[in-house]
Structures are given as structure tokens and as C-alpha cells.
């Protein structure tokens, strides 16, 4: 039972348009998100994260919005660019266990830009 | 600052033997995890260690041993590969109260 879904697992945008990633989660015991961005043969880098506490976190070209009460988080880039070509992983924590801060992962999303 | 490094990059295995991935940070980092990732996959919790001389099962320990000897090293076992351990590990660290994890490049290995 997945409890954190990314239901597209491919986005095309071109270069200079908006990127619109999305995620879905299950279980409201998570109380911080977080996007991961991964280049083939690389580890996933942390990119941007949010509270549950807050709607909206922003950081440069890179913005994430959530919405609590539907229990989905999406992230914006604009505008997008060719180095912005990778794969998105969404991760969500908060859920009491002892692997300190466990994440859990989605599936992830491969994002193509285009020039 | 090299952060979090794996070793080795790349390894190919028979089906039965044993083999050892090791991951260091030198962040000081109380916490580390070892991930499995998968074509179409997410990542996937092996094992964790909370601590030096601490372990415990993550979402798929089955095959997989840990040690934490030294709080800076995290080591990751297989002690008789199977195919359907075909796949990409990644080690992470953090601290404790914080949520984002740091990864290394992975190890990719192939059990054949």
C-alpha cells in the first residue's frame, strides 16, 4: 500500500514554461515533505521541503505548495530549463518510528525539458 | 568535505556469493540508512542505524545485513546474492530532529 504516490511518471515541458509535479499522500501522521531531484548514476539531492504547518515554501525557481486537506503536495519550476532534466522523488516523514526521521519515498517522476 | 561516499561504484556478482558496501560520511551525522532503489521504484529502506553499535530493519531487510562499528561507517551485507538483488543502494545520513537526508552516488550492482 503506497503511501505516498506520484502518479505521473513522465512530464515534458519546454524550456522557459512552468513544470507542475505532483504527489499524493495517505497517512495524515506525516508533517514534513520534501522534494528530492536525482541525475542518472547520481545519489537524489535534497531540493525543497515544507512544513505541514505551512501552504507554501519557495526557494528561487522551485516552489512547493500543499494542501493539507486533500493530502497533496506539488512542486512548481519556473521557469524550467534543460538542467532541470532528472528525476523528482517526493518524500514525506513525521510518522513515529524509531528510524529517526524515516522517509517515505514516491515512485518519482522523470521531468524533460526541452530547448 | 567529501559529505557521503559508497563503495564501490559498480560490481557484478554470482548468484551465491557475499560481498560487502561500504558507506562513510563525514558529517558527523548520528543517523544513516541504507536504500535500495528499483526501475519504476521509489526508494526502499534496507536497514538503520540510530546510532554507533545500533541497527535495526528497515522496509526490506530480508538478505541484507548491517554493522555500525565506528559511528562514521555503515556497512551493508550480503551474504549469499540473489538475482532479485539486482539493484541500485544508496547510503544517507542526517541528524537527529532533521528531516532531510543526505545520499551518496550509489552503488550499483548486478547479481547474475
Known amino acids: 500500500d503506497q503511501q505516498v504516490k506520484q502518479n505521473s511518471p513522465s512530464l515534458s515541458v519546454q524550456e522557459g514554461r512552468i513544470s507542475i509535479l505532483n504527489c499524493d499522500y495517505t497517512?495524515?501522521?506525516?508533517?514534513?515533505f520534501l522534494w528530492y531531484k536525482k541525475y542518472p548514476a547520481e545519489g537524489p539531492t535534497f531540493l525543497i521541503s515544507?512544513?505541514?504547518?505551512?501552504d507554501k515554501n519557495e526557494d528561487g525557481r522551485f516552489t512547493v505548495f500543499l494542501n493539507k486537506s486533500a493530502k497533496h503536495l506539488s512542486l512548481h519550476i519556473v521557469p524550467s530549463q534543460p538542467g532541470d532534466s532528472a528525476v523528482y522523488f517526493c518524500?514525506?516523514?513525521?510518522?513515529?518510528?524509531?528510524?529517526?526521521?524515516?522517509?517515505?519515498f514516491g515512485k518519482g517522476t522523470t521531468l524533460s525539458v526541452s530547448s | 568535505n567529501a559529505g557521503v561516499t559508497q563503495t564501490p561504484k559498480f560490481r557484478v556478482l554470482k548468484t551465491g556469493q557475499s560481498m560487502t558496501l561500504l558507506c562513510a560520511q563525514d558529517?558527523?551525522?548520528?543517523?544513516m540508512y541504507w536504500y535500495r532503489q528499483d526501475p519504476g521504484m521509489g526508494l526502499r529502506l534496507i536497514h538503520y542505524?540510530?546510532?554507533?553499535?545500533?541497527?535495526a530493519k528497515g522496509e526490506v531487510p530480508d538478505g541484507y545485513n548491517v554493522s555500525r562499528l565506528k559511528k562514521q561507517n555503515f556497512l551493508l551485507g550480503l551474504e549469499s546474492a540473489a538475482p532479485s538483488q539486482t539493484s541500485v543502494y544508496f547510503c544517507?545520513?542526517?541528524?537527529?530532529?532533521?528531516?532531510?537526508?543526505?545520499f551518496g552516488p550509489g552503488t550499483r550492482l548486478l547479481v547474475l
Open positions: 544517507a545520513s542526517t541528524e537527529p530532529g532533521r528531516e532531510t537526508q543526505y
Open positions: 497517512n495524515s501522521m506525516f508533517d514534513y
Open positions: 515544507i512544513s505541514s504547518i505551512k
Open positions: 518524500a514525506a516523514s513525521g510518522v513515529e518510528s524509531q528510524a529517526g526521521t524515516a522517509l517515505i
Open positions: 558529517m558527523n551525522h548520528e543517523y
Open positions: 542505524s540510530v546510532g554507533e553499535g545500533t541497527t
